[in-house]
């Protein structure tokens, strides 16, 4: 692909030389005949014969001058149509580092508002400074880069894209007749993807590993629990009555512990059918209005969507976040403000929804372990509540992520693929 863009690139420069070889010969043929007819017609020899011959060559080699000329401009319409209309973003820099092209979709792709031609790549890559990079690396060495993975941090998420640099000569660009060419995709979804292939293996495996173990563990809990509830109390020595009643406490608690590991680690039985997520999520509050403390509140807002779902799972979801972030809220002796916000992106074909509130946050140091079962910061917390919202939204084929609010808590932010329309037959 990289060998065909560089074609297209040179296929102007190489149409213009010819056809400035062919307009010279041409002009200096019609100036020599003109010449030589004056001479003939000085000497008054019969020269018809030989300028209608001469005639008929101009006439020729004119046409196919226009010929060329419209090859030319035919071959340029189509580079520029190739360059603005490929979907992959496609960046031409000199030696010296000028930007000679940034077509449309890399624009879009480096989120750039304007055509940055005569500026220098570094500058324009700033942000992303793995491309950046890359195309330095070819401008220096020479050699190409070919299908490189880069991961490009941005304002809130990560990029993932496939680059190949290949260097430019022949006195194609520039001042000194160097350059590089970097064509650039986003597979950010490819990599998504995968990674939620990945999960979906791993949750799989530690249900089967753990599911077991968590149910010896329960027969052996039930059974302390109920030889500590065959015990009198009253009959034991003061000193020994409270002990009695801690083991049926803590017991209890590990028992609720360990039921609520088996939930998560169960595969879950879903039950699909389209979904309208809008009033699921205005639906949260009324289901946990008895548990939410004086004065929260919860706001519903944007666009929402359907998808392919599970109704009783979905609603777990939003419970299980809305008293997540109320919780957040409590430990840190705020009044709870919840925000969901529901935006439906129709070209990528996903809704997007984030639950915010405006507690303390979530350090970055955490952010990639508030999924795994038992992790907590809390100290009255399970650790489960973050990790089954994970299963769930893996079960759905979606995608969760955490972030800032812009009140300075937590985001957890969403994202599920739209229920398609299915075609009539």
Request: glycine content about 10%.
């Given at each position: 692909m990289?060998?065909?863009g560089?074609?297209l690139l040179?296929?102007?420069?190489?149409v213009?030389?010819?056809?400035?070889?062919?307009?010279?010969?041409?002009?200096?043929?019609v100036?020599?005949?003109?010449?030589a007819?004056?001479?003939?017609q000085?000497?008054?020899?019969?020269?018809?014969?030989?300028?209608?011959a001469?005639?008929?060559?101009m006439t020729?080699?004119?046409?196919?001058?226009?010929?060329?000329?419209?090859?030319a401009?035919?071959s340029?319409?189509?580079?520029?149509?190739i360059?603005?209309r490929?979907?992959a973003?496609?960046?031409?820099a000199?030696?010296?580092?000028?930007?000679e092209?940034?077509?449309?979709a890399?624009?879009h792709?480096?989120?750039?508002?304007?055509?940055?031609?005569g500026a220098?790549y570094?500058?324009?890559?700033?942000?992303?400074?793995p491309?950046?990079?890359?195309v330095?690396?070819?401008?220096?060495t020479?050699?190409?880069?070919?299908?490189?993975?880069?991961e490009?941090?941005?304002?809130?998420?990560?990029?993932h894209?496939?680059?190949?640099?290949?260097?430019?000569?022949?006195?194609?660009?520039g001042?000194?007749?160097?350059?590089?060419?970097?064509?650039?995709?986003?597979?950010?979804?490819?990599?998504?993807?995968e990674?939620?292939?990945?999960?979906?293996?791993?949750?799989?495996?530690?249900?089967?590993?753990?599911?077991?173990?968590a149910?010896?563990?329960?027969?052996?809990?039930?059974?302390?629990?109920?030889?500590?509830?065959?015990?009198?109390?009253?009959?034991l020595p003061?000193?020994?009555?409270?002990?009695?009643?801690?083991?049926?406490?803590?017991t209890?608690?590990?028992?609720?512990?360990?039921?609520?590991?088996?939930?998560?680690?169960?595969?879950?039985?879903?039950?699909?059918?389209?979904?309208a997520l809008?009033?699921?999520?205005?639906?949260?509050?009324?289901?946990?209005?008895?548990?939410?403390?004086?004065?929260?509140?919860?706001?519903t807002?944007?666009?929402?969507g359907?998808?392919?779902?599970?109704e009783?799972?979905?609603?777990?979801?939003?419970?299980?976040?809305?008293?997540n972030?109320?919780?957040a809220?409590?430990?840190?002796?705020?009044?709870?403000?919840?925000?969901?916000?529901?935006?439906?992106?129709r070209?990528r074909?996903?809704?997007?929804?984030?639950?915010?509130d405006?507690g303390?946050?979530?350090?970055?140091?955490?952010?990639?372990?508030?999924?795994?079962?038992?992790?907590?910061?809390?100290s009255?917390?399970t650790?489960?509540g973050l990790?089954?919202v994970?299963?769930i939204?893996?079960?759905?084929?979606?995608?969760?992520?955490?972030g800032?609010?812009?009140?300075?808590?937590?985001?957890?932010?969403?994202?599920?693929?739209?229920n398609?329309?299915r075609?009539?037959?």
């Amino acid at each position: 692909m990289t060998q065909y863009g560089y074609t297209l690139l040179g296929l102007t420069a190489v149409v213009a030389m010819l056809v400035a070889v062919l307009t010279f010969a041409v002009l200096k043929f019609v100036a020599g005949a003109r010449e030589a007819r004056r001479h003939l017609q000085g000497g008054g020899v019969d020269t018809t014969l030989l300028s209608v011959a001469l005639q008929d060559a101009m006439t020729r080699l004119q046409a196919q001058e226009r010929a060329m000329n419209a090859r030319a401009v035919a071959s340029e319409q189509l580079s520029g149509q190739i360059v603005q209309r490929i979907t992959a973003g496609l960046l031409v820099a000199d030696g010296t580092g000028r930007v000679e092209i940034l077509n449309p979709a890399g624009r879009h792709l480096l989120d750039v508002a304007s055509d940055p031609v005569g500026a220098d790549y570094r500058d324009l890559l700033e942000a992303a400074p793995p491309l950046r990079d890359a195309v330095t690396e070819c401008l220096r060495t020479g050699r190409p880069i070919v299908r490189r993975s880069l991961e490009i941090r941005g304002s809130g998420r990560s990029s993932h894209f496939g680059v190949t640099v290949s260097p430019l000569g022949g006195g194609v660009v520039g001042p000194d007749g160097r350059g590089a060419i970097c064509l650039f995709s986003d597979l950010t979804n490819v990599f998504e993807l995968e990674e939620q292939l990945r999960l979906k293996d791993t949750l799989a495996r530690l249900g089967e590993l753990t599911a077991g173990i968590a149910h010896e563990f329960r027969n052996g809990l039930a059974t302390i629990h109920g030889y500590s509830r065959l015990m009198a109390p009253e009959a034991l020595p003061a000193q020994y009555q409270p002990y009695v009643e801690g083991i049926r406490q803590e017991t209890e608690a590990l028992g609720r512990v360990v039921t609520n590991f088996l939930n998560f680690a169960r595969p879950e039985t879903v039950s699909l059918a389209r979904v309208a997520l809008g009033p699921l999520a205005r639906r949260a509050e009324d289901d946990l209005r008895v548990e939410l403390p004086v004065g929260t509140t919860i706001e519903t807002v944007g666009e929402f969507g359907e998808i392919e779902g599970d109704e009783v799972l979905l609603r777990q979801l939003f419970g299980n976040l809305v008293r997540n972030a109320v919780e957040a809220c409590e430990t840190a002796g705020i009044q709870p403000a919840i925000a969901i916000e529901g935006h439906i992106d129709r070209m990528r074909g996903i809704c997007r929804v984030s639950v915010a509130d405006n507690g303390p946050g979530i350090p970055e140091s955490d952010r990639a372990r508030v999924f795994q079962p038992f992790f907590t910061t809390r100290s009255r917390g399970t650790g489960l509540g973050l990790a089954i919202v994970q299963k769930i939204v893996v079960t759905h084929n979606g995608r969760v992520v955490v972030g800032r609010s812009s009140a300075g808590g937590a985001s957890i932010d969403l994202t599920f693929p739209l229920n398609q329309p299915r075609a009539r037959p």
